[in-house]
């Protein structure tokens, strides 16, 4: 199939040029405008506790006032608050109100109830349309905010800044877009020097990158935007940094896989055509089978309970697939009407077959004591896994998304030190008879004090008429509830599991109550997260497994290629555990870490696998016994393993210059994984069991031709006529 892949590509190159750059441009002409999700309870299903919570609030309280964005002042000097101040304040609060900021409802006046214990620090409250939440209108009020109020704090003596949710919208877009610069920019200068060193070229340098971001990319996004569309999917603002690293270093990958094997074809007498076309031909189905593999691991994710992955598995599927398609028809083509002396100019040597003295000795190793080998690189693999038994979830996203020096990032931590760590955003029980009775004054007393004597609460605030807690019917009261731990720690959500627990049992007969605020959404992500871990890894194993079995023709070989990404899974979040966890001394590390890395480490780690496999199968059906075939294929193989995880694992290292936690997480995890996938389970872990292992690696297919009529494709020129053994 793809040796007939081939010889249509080469025949057809200008053709198939044509095609992709037309298609290209149609798909992103008619792709639709997509917004990023930023709201985390938006991407939990309707049956969560805190998202029933939300509804009911909306439902009972449909004019309530809810703080999007939070005004905080305070002294240059650091001093407490004077008369005089609060006057300056109560201009800047009517200031604010005149303009009539699009999208703002309210601005509260700055109470005596507003202000710090310590008198250094004052609030005032601001409610924006929630409808407008995943509108621009939505930070632009943020911003206006920011600068006008400023403004008219000017000359003062007073310090204004604008926190809450609006602004750390705002906040996380500024950040997500220098992210995105960095990380482009990082990956494009590391491909493009890395690859034109590895090939001493300048052109086979830049072929990759303008093949992933010029055609790949643009493709991938318009689709993308087309799955959301009409899928109704959601998109989160992580998307566009990972499929920038996801298009670039999947597409120089599958480049390498390619312009490797078609360097070898060439040595060997070739000419150009028929060296495509048969490069083509026989890295095709490893190419193949490996963006399979991703993919599924990819689109998976569709089954998670969080929208956030629901969103970004397709995404990212629907990138490997346009890629892997850019790889296997447009790359091949391109390589086919430009001169080979011009790809791996200006290398003198690219003809002179190397002696590959590192890779040959790693292979001669492996092939005469496979044993020890598999024993070495899975015990390194063992005992890194074991430092992730203590890996802790965290779930500040916000917080850790974004540096610290950001404006709510700021006004968040001072909240926390001037009022109660919960002050920056308090949680709420919803009590609600479910009879249409009203609630009494007792009910409500009494419901509160046993909500305030749960541990870790700080306060409540009972509902009443005038604090308008209680809905227009009176049978629904919001009590508020101050956590004495910060919203987002684990601390708080462990306290808000005792919230609900003390408010499920305290509901008087014929009502019930209901949770909500940002820890209880926090709490139910933690719940969709266990259910993610036992219901989409097994699934996504599973369907792997059955690719690599379908490639392989084998039962056994899949099971201990899985094993070892397996491993290799745990050795990076039990490494990521270590460096942040027991050395940095970090809390912990974030909830979704364990998804990014079995994304990139499980899926994309398969890749080398798949390569370096199929290169030994081939090997083996040469007539080599397995561990003479397992010698060849690290010797073969092994540069482009090693050249490919080195590229990808530098493209994502660059993640670590956004200057964020989150951001140097998922850096150092994915860097190290593809670093194990490449060099540990790859080079060494996946041949030596082979070997090991045998012909019965390959039963019941008999892959490596084993003394069962088995061996190689024969090779053809560029118009399907075999060619003769002497010129393989």
Known sequence: MFHRLGQFVVRRAWWVIAAWVVAMIAIVASAPAVTSQTDESAFLPKHYESIQAAQLQERAFPSSFTPAALLLFERNDGQKLTAEDQTSMEKVVKGLTDENIPAVQQILPVSEKAKSADGKYALSMVAIDKSKMQDKEYTDAAKKLREDGSKLADGTGLKFQVGGQAASSLDQQDASGATDMIVMLGSLLLVILIVGVIFRSILAGLLPVLLSLVIAMPVANGLIADAIKIFDLKSSPMTSAILIIVVLGVGTDYFLFLAFRYRERLRTGEDRKTAVANAVGRVGEAIA?????????????????????????????????????????????????????????????????????RFAALGRMTGKKPGLVALVSGGVLVVLALAGLNYNGTYDLAGSSMPKNKESMVVQDKLMTAFSAGAADPSHVYLTTTNGAKLTDAALKDFAGKLGAVDGVAGVVTPSAENKAISADGTTGDFTVLLKDAPASNKAIDTIEKVRDAAHAAAPADSKSLVGGITSVYKDINTAMVHDYTLVFPIAALLIMLILGLQLRSVVAPWYLMASVGLGFGGTLGATTLLFQNIKGEPGLMFMLPIFIYLFVVAIGTDYNILIIARLREEAREGRSPREAAREAVKHGGPTVAAAGFILAASFA?????????????????????????????????????????????WPGHGDGGGHGGGSVPLQDAHGVPEPAGRR
Do not use: D
């Open 289 to 357: 089978s490996a963006a399979g593999a991703v993919a599924v691991a990819f689109a998976v994710l569709i089954l998670s309970s969080l929208g956030m992955f629901t969103a970004l598995g397709p995404a990212l599927a629907i990138a490997v697939v346009a890629t892997a398609l850019v790889s296997l028809t447009l790359a091949p083509a391109v390589l086919t009407v430009i001169p080979s002396k011009a790809v791996f100019w200006p290398g003198k040597k690219w003809m002179q077959e190397p002696k590959n003295a």
């Open 654 to 698: 660059t993640f670590m210059l956004a200057g964020n936690v989150l951001f140097m997480e998922l850096g150092f995890s994915l860097a190290f994984g593809i670093v194990l996938a490449a060099f540990v389970m790859a080079m060494f872990f996946t041949p030596s069991l082979t070997a090991l292992l045998g012909h019965r690696a390959w």
